[in-house]
């Protein structure tokens, strides 16, 4: 098993990022979207509770195909700066106590969010509030940086050299993976290209809106420098510089 990274106090460690987070943060393919509610009833016809919903990213993706969303989100920064949708209700909650009824929603979504949970207490609640026949969806949004582009594998590096090889870029591991095949039925993984165009200010916005990244400090300093760098080499002429992730989406179903 990983390091555990739901026991590095992820309820508060991002309370100020939240600004950061809901402004540069990217968002999701609607190709992943489509996947996630592929083969369910239509979507008016849907709850979905989507779990660390953060400031709402994937949430309005969600609720901007009709489907009602419980947005449960434990940080209160995070909610405030949140931009309400009709077919939002965020609630305050976390992933081991939704506070949602018994068999309520028809789709579990959690964005960006699983490797914070305690995985054995976050599926037995999710059990608990899914249909039958309802489906669950982890999805990440990972960085390309294997693929064939200089800019994201160049970023990728300063990154990791600013977070000092920060173990929060663990996914969905094999205990995970192995937990979830006993609690659901038919976890298959879907991968959808995607980028994210950023200005400069764009691109150090992203990087501080991570939990492990320094917002002060030498180490501070020497990211955003080498990021300016990075932008003046590859950004375009519109001042665009793109960066390339693999958006991977596990899929799978609470049994009947």
């Known amino acids: 098993m990983t390091d555990n990274l739901y026991q590095m106090n992820p309820q508060e460690r991002f309370s100020d990022r939240a600004e950061d987070y809901a402004k540069y943060r990217p968002s999701y393919p609607s190709e992943a979207i489509d996947c996630i509610l592929d083969e369910l009833s239509a979507p008016s016809q849907l709850i979905a509770a989507d779990i660390g919903a953060g400031t709402g990213i994937s949430a309005r993706l969600l609720a901007d195909r009709g489907v009602r969303v419980k947005a449960i989100e434990p940080n209160l920064a995070m909610r405030e700066v949140a931009t309400p949708h009709p077919l939002i209700q965020f609630k305050d909650g976390n992933a081991e106590s939704?506070?949602?009824?018994?068999n309520s929603v028809d789709l579990v979504t959690c964005f960006q969010a699983f490797h914070w949970f305690n995985p054995e207490l976050t599926l037995t609640e999710v059990a608990r509030?899914?249909?039958?026949?309802?489906?669950?969806?982890?999805?990440?949004?990972?960085?390309?940086i294997n693929g064939k582009d200089e800019f994201t594998r160049q970023h990728g590096k300063i990154i990791t050299q600013a977070s000092g090889n920060s173990p929060i870029h663990s996914r969905l591991d094999g205990y995970s993976y192995e937990l979830i095949n006993s609690w659901f039925t038919n976890l298959v993984r879907y991968s959808f290209p995607y980028q994210q165009a950023m200005t400069k200010e764009q691109l150090i916005g992203l990087a501080l809106s991570a939990s492990y990244i320094p917002k002060r400090g030498d180490i501070h300093q020497q990211l955003v420098n080498n990021l300016t760098n990075l932008h003046q080499k590859y950004s375009d002429k519109l001042g665009l510089v793109y960066l390339q992730y693999q958006t991977n989406v596990y899929l799978t179903n609470a049994r009947n």
């Open 98 to 102: 939704t506070k949602l009824n018994n």
């Open 129 to 144: 509030i899914v249909k039958s026949q309802g489906k669950i969806a982890l999805i990440w949004n990972d960085r390309d």
